[in-house]
């Protein structure tokens, strides 16, 4: 069996302005506290002599790679992608950077927020704009319906509010 997956589709380039400063104080924890910081430590246990038993320098220097791997990614990403400041001039519409109140068929309401593909957590109710509800969602107005595929099979959702300010 081969080891060969295709390469996964790119993602959208958007981002919110408070995506982009979690992305910034990400590099920043990453590259001004925590690299000096394990950068220490494998200085220290490279000292000590033999370094092929070294747990320190091995596991530290294994650090130091993911650290600058993911510093790489960052600011790769922060150059390709465009921060949304503006609001639509139709904000009854569904579009970027939105908080949808949703309502399913039982009248539970869920608000989400649709932000581009690096901020998303579903715990926080963050809606990636590539996930099939979001995509059901975009471009919809106030009051709509809108039916969107899941594993389960198709689902139908009301757009009961959509609010471009944070939700109290």
């Not at 294994?62 to 609001?87: A, G, M, P, W, Y």
């Not at 399913?104 to 608000?111: F, L, P, S």
Request: charged content about 35%.
């Amino acid at each position: 069996m081969s080891r060969y997956r295709p390469p996964r589709p790119k993602g959208s380039f958007y981002i919110t302005p408070e995506g982009e400063k979690a992305i910034r104080d990400e590099v920043f924890q990453l590259w001004k506290v925590e690299r000096p910081q394990v950068t220490s430590v494998v200085h220290e246990a490279a000292k000590n002599g033999d370094r092929s038993e070294n747990g320190d320098y091995i596991y530290g220097k294994k650090r130091l790679r993911e650290i600058d791997s993911r510093v790489r990614f960052l600011t790769q990403r922060l150059e390709n992608v465009k921060v949304i400041h503006d609001k639509p001039s139709d904000q009854n519409k569904v579009f970027f950077g939105a908080w949808v109140t949703v309502e399913d068929e039982d009248g539970k309401e869920t608000t989400y927020r649709i932000v581009g593909p690096d901020e998303f957590d579903l715990r926080q109710n963050k809606l990636s704009m590539d996930s099939p509800l979001a995509r059901a969602l975009l471009g919809k107005s106030l009051e709509d319906d809108i039916i969107f595929k899941t594993p389960e099979g198709d689902r139908e959702l009301y757009i009961a509010a959509v609010s471009y300010t944070p939700p109290c």
